[in-house]
């Protein structure tokens, strides 16, 4: 997961899931930095019962690092409460990983039919997802081609034209 350490991310809702699933959970991989609530996602995975080895965080990487990490990832998982835009998700979809969001509608609308949809805070759907994704390898491709579809509307080229075209309509 890509994510600030904040309690608006969601991820007391995956340490749960990820517990609820016990030996059966894959390893997480947390990249982000500490931001408001005081959330040591160290602590909160150790209070749920994930041993160490489980949970690995990285804090500060690079944008090629980042890179690097999502192409290798099985699953992006961002269980987010509340986003504004949903960025990790359009960089997942370039990466060609397959993904499980939110119900948040800022993810939703970025991912579209290319992630995994549960609801928020629902951590036993989020636990159910991870485990099917986790272990059938076609549902996991055919998300990650939905999401190498769908990166290209997240460019900022693509991005850039879209607000131009829509300025040049606002004056009309």
């Known amino acids: 997961?890509?994510?600030?350490?904040e309690p608006r991310k969601g991820l007391d809702t995956l340490f749960d899931a990820l517990a609820a699933l016990g030996p059966q959970a894959p390893p997480l991989v947390l990249v982000g930095q500490p931001g408001w609530g005081g959330l040591d996602p160290a602590v909160e995975a150790?209070?749920?019962?994930?041993a160490p080895a489980a949970v690995r965080v990285l804090d500060?990487?690079?944008?090629r690092?980042?890179?690097?990490?999502?192409?290798?990832?099985?699953?992006?998982?961002?269980?987010?409460?509340?986003?504004?835009f949903g960025l990790p998700v359009a960089e997942a979809m370039a990466?060609?990983?397959?993904?499980?969001?939110?119900d948040d509608p800022a993810l939703v609308?970025?991912?579209?039919?290319?992630?995994?949809?549960?609801?928020r805070g629902r951590s036993?759907?989020?636990a159910a997802a991870i485990a099917e994704l986790a272990a059938d390898e076609a549902?996991?491709?055919?998300?990650?081609?939905?999401?190498l579809g769908r990166a290209p509307l997240f460019t900022w080229d693509a991005v850039a034209a879209r607000s131009w075209q829509l300025y040049r309509s606002l004056l009309a």
């Open 46 to 50: 150790a209070r749920r019962g994930l």
């Open 109 to 119: 609308e970025v991912a579209g039919p290319a992630a995994r949809v549960v609801g």
């Open 139 to 147: 549902q996991r491709a055919a998300l990650a081609k939905a999401g």
């Open 95 to 102: 990466a060609g990983t397959a993904i499980i969001c939110t």
């Open 60 to 63: 500060s990487i690079s944008d």
């Open 124 to 126: 036993d759907e989020l």
């Open 1 to 5: 997961t890509l994510a600030t350490f």
């Open 65 to 84: 690092q980042l890179a690097v990490i999502l192409r290798a990832a099985q699953l992006l998982v961002m269980p987010s409460l509340a986003e504004g």
